[in-house]
């Protein structure tokens, strides 16, 4: 198994070395279609009547003809309160980047199949303001490969390692593991799923002219070994409004089960958000 990963590592680091956006930052990045750096801010929209929450995210994305990177920031706060005295204050950190590197096109230039090298990391820190003995963290990193479909769809298989630690009851203890992750993603213009018969009825409208600008992205993963299963489901809706500005509604969920011995314990990251986007 680990000669397996360093051999993935080996080939993934060959070719992201090779990256041209990461060799002349800002020059590289000319404003035209094929390559693409946006920024986006955004905040929840959930509530919890029992709670003071508070939700920040940053996201950066750079795309080009032979890579595509995102990564993606969120600070999280909750408060619970009685009689106003404070009983619970916590904070935690998301943060979880991928980078989708181009190898090798196969079929028509049309539609090729893309082979891709899949990078993925994330970082999970909850801390405890009352308590520091209940602060944790929780790591992954994979490395591996994809096939993608002009683009809209890519699948792809990676493995690595994650270094965790979890709670069971009030007792924390370390899990350490290789981890298996095969994801989903879909990315496309919404104008382009809507059957063909509704497209009229649709203008008529003005509904298909708000669709040619905006884009559905869906995502699946599972990070999955003898005592891991996270699932990971976003799906979100982008709408262009200008040249540079769009704004976003995108819901994101992650559940956690993790075992030690006859033990299991589970976690639940869950959050409908809007967002505004700056293309620079």
């Known amino acids: 198994m680990i000669s397996l990963l360093v051999f993935i590592a080996a080939i993934l680091l060959s070719h992201f070395a090779n990256?041209?956006?990461?060799?002349?930052?800002?020059?590289?990045?000319?404003?035209?279609?094929?390559?693409?750096?946006?920024?986006?801010?955004?905040?929840?929209?959930?509530?919890?009547?029992?709670?003071?929450?508070?939700?920040?995210?940053?996201?950066?994305?750079?795309?080009?003809?032979?890579?595509?990177?995102?990564?993606?920031?969120?600070?999280?706060?909750?408060?619970?309160?009685s009689n106003d005295v404070i009983i619970s204050s916590t904070g935690s950190t998301l943060l979880r980047t991928i980078t989708f590197k181009e190898l090798h096109k196969f079929g028509t230039k049309e539609e090729p199949l893309v082979l891709t090298g899949v990078a993925y990391g994330r970082l999970y820190d909850f801390s405890d303001n009352i308590s520091s003995q209940n602060n944790l963290q929780d790591q992954i990193i994979t490395a591996g490969f994809g096939l993608s479909n002009s683009k809209i769809y890519t699948i792809g298989l990676s493995a690595g390692v994650r270094n965790a630690d979890v709670f069971f009851g009030y007792d924390k203890h370390n899990i350490r593991s290789y981890i298996y992750r095969p994801s989903f993603v879909y990315n496309n213009s919404v104008k382009n799923i809507i059957p063909p018969f509704l497209k009229e009825f649709l203008a008529d409208y003005q509904i298909f002219d708000f669709a040619t600008e905006t884009n559905l992205k869906i995502e699946y993963a599972l990070i999955t070994s003898y005592n891991t299963n996270i699932q990971q489901f976003y799906i979100g809706f982008e709408k262009s409004l200008s040249k540079y500005i769009s704004l976003a509604i995108f819901y994101d969920i992650e559940t956690t089960l993790s075992k030690f011995q006859d033990l299991q314990s589970n976690n639940r990251i869950e959050k409908i958000s809007t967002s505004l986007v700056l293309k620079l």
């Open 19 to 81: 990256a041209g956006p990461y060799t002349e930052i800002p020059k590289i990045f000319v404003k035209d279609d094929q390559q693409v750096k946006s920024f986006k801010i955004g905040y929840n929209l959930t509530n919890n009547l029992n709670q003071k929450q508070s939700l920040f995210f940053v996201e950066g994305i750079v795309k080009n003809e032979n890579i595509n990177h995102t990564s993606k920031i969120d600070l999280a706060s909750a408060s619970t309160s």
